[in-house]
């Protein structure tokens, strides 16, 4: 017997898609739950809006610095958790999904599974992984790191601080910096005025606005008097026990520059992670080195041509960053037009007949800008390959040099080398390393006839205790039975077994 749906739908991730798609689906009448890993709704780009909107006057200062698109978010959470039929379970880990709509979820030492006709995957995206000299050091973090200490737990940091990388991100942190009476002592940026100009062909009316917030943190920097380089190159981070210094290429001419904090960006691209391991289909990019789910505009998943743990059509949409970049309103539009989809399915709605309705073409709408953004801030950090002394895999402090060597010697599939060396085995599960292995074997194979695919994904995603696995609730009858197999040999009267 199959086990009955815990839902109408269920949503995975409470980012501005995961939000929009729930509050459309439960206005409609659905019974929606929704599983994140944060306690608070928000996604990293609002994360704990709510707690510090609580939390003033204390934290009108750190408001006032992040800037009023944060707090443009807090009018969406408000919506979501008021929103009737929504069954939000905050802290809680997805370590499995699979096509037919069973999700397998992790909260404290309490696991499971749950199921729904229909389920959407608003996971979010991820910084690209950005491999140089001396990244693992303490002392070296992401920009969105940074955010996450800034808006989760009020901090700012403090030193010498050297921003570097590429993309409106940077420019952005910058400025919340700034905000902060924090002044970093260089933005180091890899695109150049050639990017910018070679980009202009892709501005779009509707993305005007976008780009003049761009253009006013980029002033708003200037008048602050932070240096700026652009063209950078041949990026390290140096030090012993910690980030003491970084060199980097500018204008022909190393630079040395004394340094207690490095922050990174490359770009931002789709946390696919959930998605291939439920067998979903993938594209590799090869100009953005990164991977990106196949869906139809409307969000609905393809199954990749491989085996897979469930048979029947395809009940999983995937939605906002985690389909395609975009930000935050652009995420929020595609939610919603996702959850229209779903129910026109259920025959909640009727189905657009003819041209787009109206959430596709928000989502066009939000999403003008994003071609010109593409041109003018291509990866910079990620482009050239790391060298052989370079830890590739920082779960496993495997080098691409030790790569290197496991690909001359034959080894031309991933999970090959995963066997070998344990690349991709530690506790990100390839997040971090994957893309870059890929380009390592398309570096070896130039010709190579087929992209990349990432390591094989098999549950469970994240760590999952013994203690939650050995309770675990909401098992399909079918797939939990237990046969014992009687391989143990007969006793034989009068042997010895143990002579």
Not at 73 to 91: H, K
Not at 168 to 175: H, M, R, S, V, Y
Not at 396 to 425: Q, W
């Amino acid at each position: 017997m199959t086990p009955a749906p815990d839902a109408d739908v269920i949503v995975i991730g409470a980012g501005p898609a995961g939000m929009s798609s729930a509050i459309e689906l439960a206005s409609a009448g659905c019974r929606v739950i929704v599983l994140d890993m944060q306690p608070l709704p928000g996604g990293q780009i609002f994360r704990s809006l709510e707690a510090n909107m609580q939390a003033r006057p204390r934290t009108n200062a750190l408001l006032s610095a992040l800037g009023p698109t944060y707090r443009a978010g807090l009018a969406l959470i408000e919506r979501f958790q008021a929103a009737p039929g929504i069954d939000f379970r905050p802290g809680t880990t997805v370590w499995d999904l699979r096509a037919d709509g069973t999700v397998g979820w992790l909260r404290g030492n309490a696991a499971g599974y749950l199921r729904a006709p229909h389920v959407v995957l608003a996971s979010g995206a991820m910084e690209r992984p950005t491999p140089f000299p001396g990244w693992t050091l303490p002392g070296v973090m992401t920009a969105g790191a940074v955010q996450t200490l800034m808006k989760a737990g009020r901090l700012k940091p403090e030193g010498r601080i050297v921003l570097a990388g590429t993309g409106p991100l940077i420019f952005l942190l910058a400025d919340q910096l700034r905000r902060l009476g924090v002044k970093p002592a260089l933005i180091a940026r890899t695109d150049r005025l050639g990017d910018k100009l070679a980009a202009l062909k892709q501005v779009r009316p509707a993305g005007i606005p976008a780009l003049a917030k761009g253009v006013g943190w980029l002033a708003r920097l200037r008048l602050a008097g932070i240096p700026m380089r652009t063209g950078i190159s041949g990026l390290q981070a140096l030090g012993g026990e910690h980030l003491e210094s970084v060199r980097l290429l500018a204008g022909g001419k190393n630079m040395d520059i004394p340094c207690d904090l490095l922050v990174v960006h490359d770009g931002i691209v789709p946390s696919t992670d959930l998605a291939h391991a439920a067998g979903l289909a993938l594209e590799w990019k090869r100009d953005d080195a990164s991977w990106r789910p196949r869906t139809a505009r409307d969000g609905r998943a393809q199954m990749a041509p491989c085996p897979s743990f469930t048979t029947g059509p395809c009940r999983i949409r995937i939605t906002g960053d985690a389909r395609r970049i975009g930000g935050a309103d652009a995420a929020a539009a595609h939610g919603r037009h996702a959850a229209r989809a779903i129910l026109a399915d259920l025959g909640r709605i009727a189905r657009k007949q003819g041209g787009p309705d109206r959430t596709e073409a928000e989502v066009r709408r939000t999403l003008a800008a994003r071609p010109f953004l593409d041109a003018a801030f291509p990866p910079g950090l990620a482009a050239r390959l790391p060298d052989d002394a370079t830890i590739v895999c920082r779960c496993e402090e495997i080098t691409a040099g030790s790569l290197r060597v496991a690909i001359r010697n034959g080894a031309a599939d991933m999970n090959l080398i995963r066997g070998l060396l344990r690349c991709g085995m530690g506790p990100c599960q390839g997040r971090n390393c994957a893309a870059t292995l890929a380009r390592l074997l398309a570096e070896a194979e130039p010709g190579r006839p087929m992209p990349p695919s990432p390591f094989r994904a098999r549950p469970p995603l994240r760590p999952l205790p013994l203690g939650a696995l050995a309770g675990m609730t909401g098992l399909d009858p079918a797939l939990a039975q237990v046969e014992s197999l009687d391989d143990k040999p007969e006793e034989i009267a009068g042997d010895d077994v143990h002579a």
